[in-house]
């Protein structure tokens, strides 16, 4: 990341990552090319797992650390779905090949619906 053409210091790249709101932003910020559609479907699992990432690892080179976090997440999420990554605890939690802990029952929407008569 440069301001001005000067480089700047991986203290300052942190502090700017930490202003940041979207997710383009940081793409931007990081130079990481992107494709919009695969971006718009899994944008939050994206920087969770950059999050997850920046968490193992050392920082001597931040803005190269930084970058190369934003590239895996995104290369995890542009092969495939959010689904298959299960970052979120949500999603953890209902993954079909568990069953159901006691007391958290799953139930479907429509049977909710079904039991008030509602038309689809």
Wanted: a negative charge; charged letters at 30%.
């Amino acid at each position: 990341m440069t301001c001005d053409g000067e480089a700047v210091s991986s203290d300052a790249i942190f502090a700017r990552l930490k202003n940041l709101s979207t997710a383009e932003e940081f793409f931007e910020a990081l130079d990481v090319s992107f494709e919009p559609k695969v971006l718009d479907v899994s944008r939050l699992h994206i920087m969770k797992r950059m999050g997850q990432y920046l968490a193992e690892e050392n920082f001597s080179d931040h803005r190269a650390r930084a970058r190369d976090a934003l590239e895996r997440a995104y290369a995890d999420f542009a092969a495939s779905s959010p689904l298959s990554h299960r970052v979120f605890r949500v999603l953890e939690q209902r993954d079909p090949t568990k069953t159901a802990a006691p007391g958290q029952t799953f139930v479907p929407l429509e049977t909710v619906l079904e039991s008030f008569g509602s038309d689809k």
